[in-house]
């Protein structure tokens, strides 16, 4: 079951055969996964973000530091970081597209 952020649901379309072969109209689907290592440190949030993207395997590590004059919200301190390391991945997926699109010196 598909449920779409409006709140409509629909069966799944069909998946591709274990043959590997793709019926006509299938979706082939992947699986990637993605960890946060997350570490707080007084007024710093550090994150180490990997990728695993069907064996291609993408790091990022951002950080996120505190202004001493602001009130203590280790939570900002994590969106920040963690944001910033998922963003740094995205550039690095857009970085990786171009380049097997169209080859290193397009880039």
Known sequence: MIVR???????P????TEAGEQAP???RTKDWQISLHVVEDRDTT????????DGNVLHSDA?????PR????PAVGDDFAVGRALVDLGHQLLRAGVHDATGPEEE
């Open 46 to 53: 550090r994150v180490h973000a990997v990728l695993d993207a």
């Open 63 to 67: 950080l996120a530091r505190r202004n």
């Open 5 to 11: 952020s409006e709140g409509t649901a629909s069966a």
């Open 70 to 73: 602001d009130t203590p919200a």
């Open 25 to 27: 109209g299938a979706v």
């Open 13 to 16: 379309p069909p998946l591709a």
